[in-house]
């Protein structure tokens, strides 16, 4: 009797039979094909999730799609996703910007009117629970050979104490010799200083007082009104403004900077505004001193918030000229001088101290700012810190405060050489800040040299790394489509499930309230490996679910009724129905990130107190443990399966 193979044998060897026979006249698809769909099966499998969790999109509907530059988590659980002009110019000459809500509950999306260009602002959450944007985009970048007009910086002088002046965009500033130039932003230029003092004569007899006054200055952008190289200056000059008379002609005037053909950067606006998360609309507030483009903004341990870095206003990296902004006045003040590179990540340690582990997202020079160190505010000392393998591959690394925050050790992972460099790193590095002598050890390898890696602290204290390409804006089609989780403690990786969609530069990631990780973005160059097709942004959102709940996540750890504010001793208690499952609990701070700067994610450790029907955790007081704002306070049993988190305010 011939063998007659079971009903599941079966449909596997007539399967292969059938591959077997079509692969005779197209083997390479027809494997492929077959290859992507055993894949497919086996993703699917509740084992394979279990061990690897599993990743799904979110079906955005087409009136919502956009170019995520931004996201943010808000305590109301929605995500605010910011594109301004999303890198495309055409937006941007319309005016046209854009801002979503996002509610990862429901599913459902909601368009803010966006007053001014964030793309490339810098964000922060405060200590209300509103999110502060700051800078953004004032021009588009021209580059070599695409400069039709000279351009450059036009410094404005005030010399009258008692008037400020307002000058419109498109005023005309005209050289001794005629040629005139076009401002391209408004401006405006402060009263003049006066100042009184007593002078004495050569007998040492005080004179009268007498007044002195010193003029004011702000700067615009200015563009020749006529094409080619007559209009190119790098000589300094007094322009006269066309259209002013009598004083204000003669207390006003410009000196120009260098005016050239030369690539022309983007440039930055002075726009700030609080994002408040319950009306769900932007507020303006005073802008800053600088214009800025790429900045940085860090929470403090008081919460204020520093500014630091960008491109000006003229398109040229801020020197150091940082500024604190106050959520109680609404103002902003100078802070410490303190040269980085744009994107700088800065992490708030102990004793309020920035540190900076190198990791940067580009603009400026390759030999300053580009070394780690342990940054005090107070002092405007820069300690830095040694050990750091391939130290000339920083530029779009990932980096965080690794959990619990109590710990002190930052990591930073991949990254690439300076500009639109081929080069990319695989190395991980961990510099533990308790120490007498701090020194960066070198950590596990990455699969692959990476740059855009997106890192995400999960509530069980592991870190969520995916995505990133081979080169500079995965060029060559080098996305990576890998996804592992780092174990602080074993300090190893281990795999986790692949996504489907690629992410570059412009992409990020976030963990959401009910333990999933949400990414998006993604901004390539090209779109095929020869590099002959133009890269469109990837606006395809897509969701990963951790193993754990797989495992356990129809009875996953729960809190129940519970207050959003701490009581006078630091602590809160939460009903819960098995408190015996909970053996862990962490305070977390919800992300606000781009370009792989994510400054404000970090994992507070809990004490814990169990009762028969609650639990209580206990906050440490070190504000610069637990800066002041919203938290999501999350549980998690002996498996590391994560509650659905709790929201608390810390003041």
């Known amino acids: 009797m011939a063998y007659q193979p079971s009903k ?65 988590l808000l305590h109301t659980g929605k995500v605010l996703i910011v594109a301004g002009s999303g890198n495309e110019q055409k937006k941007f000459d319309k005016g046209s910007f854009d801002t979503v809500l996002w509610d990862p509950k429901t599913d459902t999306f909601k368009k803010i009117p966006t007053p001014d260009d964030f793309f490339c602002s810098g964000h922060a959450q405060l200590p209300s629970g509103r999110m502060l944007v700051a800078g953004g ?64 004569n050569s007998r040492g007899v005080m004179q009268p007082w007498k007044t002195k006054v010193t003029a004011s200055e702000a700067r615009v952008f200015v563009e020749a009104t006529e094409d080619g190289p007559l209009s190119e200056t790098d000589k300094q000059a007094q ?75 003229v398109g040229m990296i801020d020197p150091g000229d940082n500024e604190i902004y106050d959520p109680a006045t ?85 990254g690439g050489g300076v500009g639109e460099s081929k080069k990319a790193t695989p190395r991980t590095a961990v510099v533990d800040l308790k120490k007498d002598n701090p020194t960066f050890e070198d950590g596990p390898n990455l699969p692959q040299g990476t740059r855009y890696l997106n890192s995400v602290i999960m509530p069980d204290d592991s870190v969520f790394t995916t995505n990133g390409s081979t080169d500079y804006r995965g060029r060559s089609a080098s996305n990576i489509l890998k996804a592992q989780f780092y174990d602080p403690r074993a300090n190893a990786f281990h795999t986790a499930a692949s996504p489907r969609v690629g992410r570059n530069y412009h992409s990020e ?42 495992k356990n996540g129809k009875n996953r750890p729960v809190l129940g009724a519970g207050p959003q504010e701490l009581d006078a001793t630091h602590r809160a208690t939460f009903a819960t129905e098995h408190p015996e499952r909970v053996v862990k609990a962490r305070l977390m701070r919800p992300s606000a990130v781009t370009h792989t700067t994510d400054v404000e994610q970090r994992s507070i450790e809990l004490g814990l107190t169990k009762t028969g029907h609650s639990v209580t955790v206990d906050v440490p007081t070190d504000r610069a443990l637990v800066p002041p704002g919203w938290y999501m306070l999350f549980v998690t049993d002996a498996q590391g399966t994560p509650s659905e988190a709790k929201w608390i305010q810390v003041r």
């Open 239 to 313: 322009y006269e403004i066309v259209g002013l008379k009598g004083k204000d002609a003669d207390n006003t005037y410009g000196l120009s900077e260098k005016i050239t053909l030369d690539k022309q950067d983007f440039q930055g606006i002075r726009a700030a505004y609080e994002f408040d998360p319950v009306a769900e609309k932007y507020i303006p507030v005073d802008p800053m001193e600088k214009a800025r483009w790429y900045p940085t903004l860090v929470g403090l341990d008081d919460g204020r918030v520093l500014a630091v870095s960008g491109l000006d206003d």
């Open 8 to 72: 599941k044998t079966k449909k596997t060897v007539l399967g292969i039979g059938g591959i077997a026979m079509l692969a005779g006249l197209n083997a390479p698809a027809v494997m492929g094909f077959a290859g992507e769909k055993y894949h497919e099966y086996k993703i699917a499998q509740p084992g394979y999730m279990a061990k690897y969790g599993s990743w799904s999109n979110v079906d955005i509907p087409r009136k919502y799609r956009t170019n995520a530059i931004h996201a943010a």
């Open 137 to 200: 985009t004032a021009r588009y970048e021209q580059l070599d050979g695409e400069v039709k007009r000279a351009g450059g910086g036009m410094r404005v002088k005030n010399e009258n104490p008692d008037k400020a002046m307002v000058l419109k965009k498109g005023t005309r500033f005209r050289s001794p010799a005629g040629v005139e130039y076009v401002s391209r932003f408004a401006v405006t230029i402060p009263k003049a200083k006066r100042t009184q003092a007593i002078t004495y």
């Open 330 to 414: 609404k103002k902003w003040t100078p802070g410490p001088k303190r040269y980085f590179p744009t994107y700088p990540a800065l992490f708030l340690t102990k004793g309020g101290k920035l540190f900076y582990p190198a990791s940067n997202a580009g603009y400026g020079p390759a030999d300053q700012g580009r070394e780690a160190g342990l940054w005090d505010l107070k002092t405007n000392k820069f300690e830095k810190v040694p050990g750091l393998r391939d130290a000339d591959e920083t530029e779009t690394s990932a980096s965080l405060l690794l959990p619990p925050a109590q710990d002190q050790k930052v990591m930073i992972l991949g």
């Open 509 to 550: 990631a976030l963990l959401l309230p009910d333990g999933r990780v949400a990414t998006f973005g993604s901004d390539p160059l090209y779109d095929d490996q020869q590099n002959t097709k133009l890269g469109h942004f990837e606006q395809r959102m897509e969701i990963f679910t951790p193993p754990a709940l797989h």
